[in-house]
């Protein structure tokens, strides 16, 4: 992985962390700032390869813990997804939607 990209990710992981108090917002874990790269995932509500410039924007991403990270992945893999997990209803955790998602990923 490039530099640059590594850059952009930890950057997209920061923000969401920050704006989500380091706390899962699925089930309410918290985590803290020094512990939060092991606990928790920055989530892409809308997979990186269907978002201009990979998504890595806040308004496309939001905190889980491992569990919930899970619940959440299985949309991206076909499987049923458990009630809370659709991605209307992630975006709905951070006040956001896809819509808003993609313009402030082709601002990128």
């Given at each position: ?13 920061a923000a969401?962390f920050e704006?989500?108090g380091?706390?899962?917002?699925a089930?309410?874990?918290?985590s803290?700032?020094?512990?939060a790269e092991?606990e928790?995932?920055a989530?892409h509500?809308?997979?990186?390869n ?8 806040a ?11 899970k619940?959440?992945?299985?949309h ?6 458990p009630?809370?997990?659709?991605p209307e ?7 956001s939607?896809e ?7 082709d601002?990128?």
């Amino acid at each position: 992985m490039s530099a640059q990209k590594k850059q952009v990710r930890k950057a997209f992981r920061a923000a969401v962390f920050e704006r989500d108090g380091y706390s899962c917002r699925a089930c309410g874990f918290r985590s803290s700032p020094e512990r939060a790269e092991a606990e928790l995932d920055a989530h892409h509500i809308t997979d990186r390869n269907e978002m201009p410039n990979g998504g890595y924007v806040a308004e496309n991403g939001v905190t889980l813990c491992a569990d919930c990270q899970k619940n959440a992945e299985a949309h991206h893999r076909g499987d049923p997804v458990p009630p809370g997990f659709a991605p209307e209803d992630l975006y709905g955790l951070i006040g956001s939607s896809e819509g808003a998602a993609r313009a402030a990923a082709d601002k990128e």
